[in-house]
């Protein structure tokens, strides 16, 4: 099976977006999520039965065109379509603002007012309202109904009863008068009355709606673009040629000057700068790189020249899978749209039904023809579901653009789901709560650390790494040693041929002080009280030629902002749990620093997984927070798994939510951003239903003026999107 994206042209409602998703659907072995805000579709299918022609093919006749989605993953709406809008829009207000007026206003109508204003009425139906039309007549043919079948319904039977009565029946005449009415009630009865008027506005007020929509789309997808439009175009080789920058190579080398963006992944061969890597994980501070560190797409290089070596390039670079996470994001479908996808299909066909009603249920109470009639329209045209439509996957759009700025990239909209209902955070300890790189927090004495490195400069182990870097960092340099030996159990030995006086000419052995006291061998008193003043570390003692010579404490360190994250997760209403591998003095000690209540530790991959289990077996729903790959399964199983991009790529390809800031408070944030988007989404559709429940009777019953119930429904989908858009307000807890 594989994926591809495709851009859908011609939908103007989300039930265009349905319609085409089950005729995709109903292909062998094809799954498809098809998104009116973003107006793509996301296809997965398997080539060896079914091709991309074929894929189109299927668009196209369903009565739409389609076209498959290159390297960017962006597909929403374009600046052309805008333009077309605008051009209807002006001719539609142009003409249709005097209908309105000579339609409401007495003191301005003259003789055969009435053919002028269906002189201006025409253009406004037939051009500025031909969207509606041609999809209706699309759709109609297709046998389905859409939104754009109540409007085009609407307005055509309004125009055509306003045409009968100006050739057949008595408004046609020199002396026939109108006046303003918020009511469907004829104020003429039978054929004397005419609803040019609401011909004409209905089609301005769409227009204006659908405009708003357009543009409110393209912003809320504006992360996204933005995500992607720090691509470097050309990149400069370190040989002095400039070559497109999709040409690069794996393994190339390339400059990047001060303040120019990094073309691609890649490792800092020479020089030294900063660089700033907001985009990635939403900190304004630059990050300090040296030859060695790794660089990322699409970062500003801010002060020194670099020399870089492209490590990935094209999609598999982290900025194209960030674009193309939060793409797919946008285009699925939390569980509650697809309930919204489910009453949409047969809501048009019942709004006919009810206009229908509506209509002789009129007639049989003594109602004149004109205002029966007028009533049936205006519930068609109030009725039309498109805030229903846009109130979820505009605030999809919205929420998981914003997420992306921050660094959050949220894998689907079922996520959503899993963040509202979640009351335990499980974190692990390393790599999350902590640094993951040991360091050396105290020590005896400065010639304990220099005498340490040295010997320790020969070995691979992240302590004695720890304690080579505390070394270096003293500016003296090492001394040489001779006959290093790593003696399994009791740390590491060798001579050093120079040092300082205290050690100069010494054998020098490390080990840690628990290692020590398993062995029998005696530990210095001051190396014993070190174990107990450092909880949670681990304590090396030096010897030279047997003597004690001091101690060292080295301890994975506790991130600066874990203390201030696990709070937040608190404040939210969260049971923090640490869970680790690592020994259990350690994980309280780092608990208590963080303060979190419930510890377990010494657990392998498969006992993680085991105790995930466990909380949801006791009723718990559970987000696990991780890093490594011991992790992965936990996240697989967890009702929410959130991974620290710097971490593995098997827990990250585990996990809902991707957490490119690497800290605690940004899983604390990415929770807080999933639960405001679904409060928007729910919020969206309390007032999509509620305006439908509340005006389609107040339609029915005659109490609403069809041009009015196009002005309504017009403002509820500009409220819809408008209170969707609020999420580009959303902030991190500094």
Request: include cysteine.
């Amino acid at each position: 099976m594989t994926a591809i994206d495709l851009k859908v042209s011609g939908m103007t409602c989300t039930s265009c977006s349905s319609r085409v998703q089950r005729k995709l659907g109903k292909l062998d072995d094809v799954q498809a999520a098809v998104n009116f805000a973003t107006n793509t579709a996301h296809v997965v299918y398997d080539p060896a039965k079914i091709s991309v022609a074929q894929l189109i093919d299927t668009v196209e006749k369903a009565g739409y065109s389609a076209e498959e989605i290159g390297e960017d993953p962006t597909g929403g709406e374009d600046e052309h379509a805008d333009d077309g809008l605008k051009r209807r829009l002006a001719v539609a207000a142009v003409l249709g603002v005097p209908v309105m007026v000579l339609s409401m206003v007495p003191a301005a109508q003259f003789d055969y007012w009435q053919w002028v204003c269906l002189a201006l009425a025409l253009p406004v139906y037939f051009y500025s309202g031909w969207p509606f039309h041609k999809a209706a007549v699309v759709n109609l043919r297709h046998g389905a109904f859409t939104m754009d079948t109540l409007i085009s319904l609407g307005t055509t039977a309004a125009l055509a009863w306003s045409l009968v009565a100006l050739l057949f029946g008595h408004a046609g005449q020199a002396g026939m008068r109108m006046d303003m009415s918020f009511t469907a009630r004829a104020s003429h009865g039978g054929l004397g009355e005419i609803y040019l008027d609401s011909v004409a506005m209905i089609i301005v007020f769409l227009l204006i709606g659908r405009l708003l929509e357009h543009r409110a789309k393209r912003r809320s997808s504006s992360a996204l673009e933005e995500l992607l439009k720090v691509r470097v175009q050309e990149v400069t080789l370190a040989d002095g040629r400039t070559i497109d920058a999709k040409l690069l190579m794996p393994g190339q080398e390339f400059i990047v000057r001060p303040g120019a963006n990094i073309a691609t992944d890649g490792v800092v061969v020479s020089g030294e700068s900063s660089v700033d890597e907001s985009m990635l994980t939403g900190e304004s501070v630059p990050v300090d790189k040296q030859p060695g560190d790794e660089v990322t797409g699409g970062t500003v290089n801010t002060t020194g020249s670099l020399v870089v070596r492209a490590e990935k390039v094209g999609r598999d670079t982290v900025l194209s899978q960030m674009g193309e996470l939060v793409s797919q994001a946008q285009m699925g479908k939390a569980p509650v749209q697809r309930l919204v996808d489910r009453i949409s299909q047969v809501f048009v066909p019942v709004i006919l039904g009810i206009a229908a009603i509506t209509l002789v249920a009129h007639l049989l109470v003594g109602a004149d023809v004109a205002s029966a009639f007028a009533a049936a329209v205006a519930v068609i045209v109030v009725a039309c579901p498109c805030a229903l439509g846009l109130a979820t996957p505009t605030a999809l759009l919205v929420g998981t653009g914003r997420g992306a700025q921050l660094g959050l990239l949220i894998k689907g909209p079922e996520v959503l789901e899993s963040t509202r209902r979640v009351d335990v955070v499980v974190l692990d300890k390393t790599g999350t709560v902590t640094s993951g790189q040991m360091a050396v927090v105290a020590s005896s004495s400065d010639t304990a650390v220099v005498a340490a490195a040295a010997v320790e400069s020969a070995s691979e182990h992240p302590i004695a790494r720890a304690i080579v870097h505390a070394g270096a960092n003293n500016d003296v340099a090492l001394p040489p040693v001779s006959g290093f030996e790593a003696v399994v159990g009791e740390g590491v030995r060798a001579r050093l041929s120079a040092a300082d006086a205290a050690a100069l000419g010494c054998e020098v052995n490390t080990a840690k002080g628990e290692v020590l006291i398993s062995v029998g061998r005696p530990v210095s008193p001051a190396a014993v009280a070190a174990l107990d003043e450092y909880p949670g570390s681990t304590v090396v003692e030096v010897c030279a030629d047997d003597a004690p010579l001091g101690w060292i404490a080295v301890a994975d360190q506790v991130k600066p902002s874990s203390a201030a994250g696990v709070a937040e997760l608190r404040a939210l209403g969260l049971v923090p749990h640490l869970l680790t591998g690592d020994n259990a003095a350690t994980a309280e000690a780092v608990a208590r620093e963080v303060g979190i209540d419930e510890v377990v530790a010494g657990v392998r991959p498969e006992e993680k997984l085991a105790y995930i289990r466990q909380l949801q077996d006791a009723g718990h729903v559970v987000a696990m927070v991780g890093d490594g790959m011991n992790d992965a399964a936990a996240l697989a199983e967890a009702d929410l798994g959130l991974a620290m991009a710097g971490g593995t790529d098997v827990a990250m390809a585990a996990s809902d939510i991707t957490l490119m800031r690497g800290d605690v408070r940004a899983a604390a944030t990415a929770i807080r951003l999933s639960r405001a988007t679904l409060r928007t989404i729910k919020g969206n559709l309390v007032w999509a239903f509620g305006y439908n429940v509340l005006l389609v009777p107040v339609a029915a019953f005659g109490l609403l003026n069809p041009m009015w119930a196009g002005l309504a429904m017009a403002c509820s989908s500009v409220f819809v999107v408008t209170n969707s858009l609020r999420l580009r307000r959303f902030r991190a807890i500094a």
